[in-house]
Structures are given as C-alpha cells and as structure tokens.
C-alpha cells in the first residue's frame, strides 16, 4: 500500500529543445521521458508553480499540466526501468534487477561457468521458478549448479557426486558462498534411493545419461522436471529416448553441446 503522499510534476507535451537546460533554474527531483511528453518531479508545489509560470514565459504556447501524481506510481514509473550496473567489482542494482554472484574456485571439476554446458544448465535453470523446490544436482563437480539452485531460492539442494575430489572442491566453494545451503552427498547415482525432487539437474555425459536415465528419472517426483546438458547434439535422438515418455519443455544449444528440460 502507498503511503498516501502525492508528488508534484509538471506534464509537458510537444517538448520543446532545450527545455532540459531550462529546468536547471528549478528544484526538479526526477523527469519521465516519454515519446510524446515528459513528467517533471519537483520537490515541493510551490517549485511546481514557479516552474510551471517560468517555464510558460519562456517557451510560447508551451503545453504544460500541473499534476499530484501518488507516491508508489511516481516511484514505479521513474525506476522501473533501472538495471544493474557494473563500476570495476562493485555491482549496484536494485531488488528486482540484482544478480546472483557465485564465487568458484578452479578446480579439476566442470562447473566454473566457462563451459558451454554449465552456461546453457544455469540459463536453463534460470527459466523456472525454484522458489521453494527440492533440487537434486547430480555429479555436482565444482558445485556451481547447486550454489546457483540454492541462492535463486531453492528451499533444499543436495548436491551429488561419487569422485571425493569433486566433492572436496564443491565443499570449499560453497564456503566461499556464504548465503548458499547446500546439502554433499558422496554417492554413486546408480546406489541412490529413489527421492522426490522437484528438479534434477544432471551435467554429465551422454552415455551417462543414457545408462543411468532411469534412476535419475526416479529422483523426481510425478510433477518434477529434469535439466540435463554434457551431451552433444549427435546423441540427442538416444538420450531423448532413454527418458521418454518425458516431454521436452526446453531446448538450447551451444555449438554442438545441448541442454533439454523435460517434464
């Protein structure tokens, strides 16, 4: 709910040139541009007046509207367009446009974010809502995928890999992502109890996939969904086949590497 407090502004059609420069003489707190007319902000009515009698006098037969414009509405339209901005390390964004930073440390595992496949996963994963899901990243590596699930809102990530390096590797950089939680499990795919995630995230190999597609199609429940990607687009067609009846929700290429989602 708004707070009940109005702004002053100024609408002003036709904008003439140099209008910009005139209103240097007056106390403005924001402009809306638009394509056919401007919304000027001024801190108080009285500078809204004066600017309103000035700006008349200078520019004939201007077009300008006093307008009362309500506090959420004047805020909405004014920043709603603001988007993140980079200054050297520092990254100044507002709520709705922040990014998620994850820090990985290179190790021998995929998942630093320089390969195709982890890209296309996170881009992937990016088009769902995790809000509140039970993920399950199988053969995290390097535990970006995890990370990423845990801090774009998933309620629980376990993270799975059956090579203790990749497990040690992941450990140390959700360390270094101090809002992520993420559960590690050293563990082969193919010994797993069945779970009920309501998104498994798979990185591996085609053949992989292929051989451990039913288990990994257990890990989900009856609505869950499954990103898969390290396959290339010549084992498309077998690994599609070994996850039917799955429906293919989305596909993205990089190259010759693929990620599908299926439902």
């Not at 008349?56 to 920043?79: C, I, K, N, T």
């Not at 820090?103 to 995929?110: A, I, K, L, N, R």
């Not at 995630?197 to 429940?221: I, P, R, W």
Request: charge should be negative.
């Amino acid at each position: 709910m708004g707070s009940g407090r109005t702004w002053p502004a100024l609408d002003v059609h036709h904008v003439p040139e140099f209008l910009e420069a005139a209103l240097i003489d007056y106390h403005v707190t924001a402009i809306n541009e638009g394509d056919e007319a401007w919304r000027i902000f001024f801190h108080d009515a009285e500078e809204r007046d004066r600017a309103a009698a000035g700006l008349r006098a200078e520019f004939d037969g201007l077009s300008v509207e006093p307008v009362d414009v309500p506090d959420e509405d004047w805020a909405a339209r004014s920043q709603a367009s603001l988007r993140a901005i980079q200054i050297g390390r520092v990254i100044v964004a507002p709520p709705w446009d922040a990014p998620v930073t994850i820090v990985v440390q290179p190790s021998m595992g995929f998942g630093t974010g320089h390969h195709a496949t982890t890209r296309l996963c996170l881009a992937a994963m990016q088009q769902l809502d995790v809000h509140g899901m039970t993920v399950i990243d199988v053969g995290t590596g390097s535990g970006v995928l995890a990370i990423a699930a845990s801090l774009l809102g998933a309620a629980n990530v376990i993270a799975i890999d059956d090579d203790p390096d990749a497990v040690q590797a992941a450990r140390e950089n959700i360390a270094l992502n101090l809002r992520a939680r993420v559960t590690l499990q050293t563990s082969d795919l193919r010994e797993a109890a069945p779970a009920n995630a309501d998104l498994v995230l798979a990185n591996l190999t085609g053949a992989l996939l292929v051989s451990a597609a039913g288990q990994l199609k257990q890990l989900t429940d009856s609505g869950g969904r499954l990103i898969l990607s390290g396959f290339m687009a010549r084992e498309e067609r077998d690994v599609l086949h070994a996850f039917a009846p799955l429906a293919v929700e989305h596909r993205a290429q990089e190259e010759e590497w693929l990620c599908v989602t299926l439902r």
